[in-house]
């Protein structure tokens, strides 16, 4: 077998795995990722650090079964590490600009506020952040995979 | 020079071990449909890369509703790697 075309031809494998399958989110997962980060948050407010330890575990909990469902209805766990540029350095990109807002709306929520429920408000503005930030991500991925795609005349199925 | 593994050097193996390098793990049936091979074929290929060590198989459920996930273990990987960067020091040195 000719070494070029063996190469060129695993390239290619590689990118129709990104670029060739429309990987579709349950619309309802932003929200409840949303929902669970707020409902962490906000058990700050109950001054019992039990019920936050609580949270932490069932957000942490929630957050792995959804990633574990979307990879069953996908039939494969995604590799940041292997994404095609321009979409890993995005994909890295959004975790990480992602978290540091998350952070910083909570802190300066809590900062500027002196409602007793200021973890309440704060964990508000984090569940904002997460539907609409996460859905703006998802859109310009979907968007730049799509013309990718269409450059390399991969069909997306 | 990296050498070209006889286990990954197969055509149809060689796909099969480019889509696991570029994911954490695929499902049997994405596979299947992704390489267009029969279902005996694509288990007799997985054995064969199984039994090199490269994979780690984690089966879910019975029935119809089962669902075998593979995973290419470090080793894999690191055969993977090696098959490539033989591959492409052999175009180094024979040029079309």
Redesign the interface.
């Known amino acids: ?1 000719n ?2 075309a ?2 060129s ?2 390239e290619r ?2 990118l ?3 670029l060739g399958t429309e990987q579709e989110t349950p619309r309802w997962t932003l929200p409840l990722l949303g929902l669970i980060a707020w409902a962490t948050i906000a058990s700050i407010d109950l001054e019992n650090p039990w019920v936050t330890i609580a949270m932490i575990v069932v957000a942490g909990a929630t957050f792995g079964a959804t990633m574990a469902l979307q ?2 209805r ?6 940041i590490a ?1 994404l095609p540029e321009p979409l890993r350095r995005r994909a890295n990109s959004f975790l990480i600009v992602g978290t540091a807002v998350i952070v910083l709306v909570v802190v300066a929520t809590v900062a500027i506020s002196d409602s007793p429920y200021r973890f309440t408000i704060a964990g508000g503005a984090a569940f904002l952040v997460i539907v609409i930030g996460g859905t703006w991500f998802q859109h310009d991925y979907r968007e730049r995979a799509e013309m990718m795609a269409r450059e390399l005349g991969i069909e997306r199925g | 020079m990296a050498e070209l593994d006889p286990v990954i ?1 197969a ?1 149809k193996r ?2 099969i071990m ?2 696991l ?7 049997f ?2 596979l299947q ?2 390489l267009d091979l029969a279902a005996p074929d694509l288990s007799k290929q997985m054995s064969t890369i199984e039994k090199a060590g490269y994979l780690k198989v984690d089966k879910t459920g019975r029935g119809p509703g089962s ?1 075998t996930w593979y ?1 290419l273990t470090r080793k894999g990987r690191a055969a993977y790697e090696n098959h ?1 960067a033989a ?2 020091d ?2 180094e040195v ?1 040029p ?1």
């Open positions: 077998m070494e070029e063996s190469l031809e695993i494998e590689q129709e795995i990104y990879q069953k996908a039939g494969f766990s995604p590799r292997a | 050097h055509p060689l796909r480019s889509i390098a570029a994911t954490d793990g695929v499902e049936s994405f449909e992704r669902t995973k490539v591959l492409r052999l175009i024979n079309v």
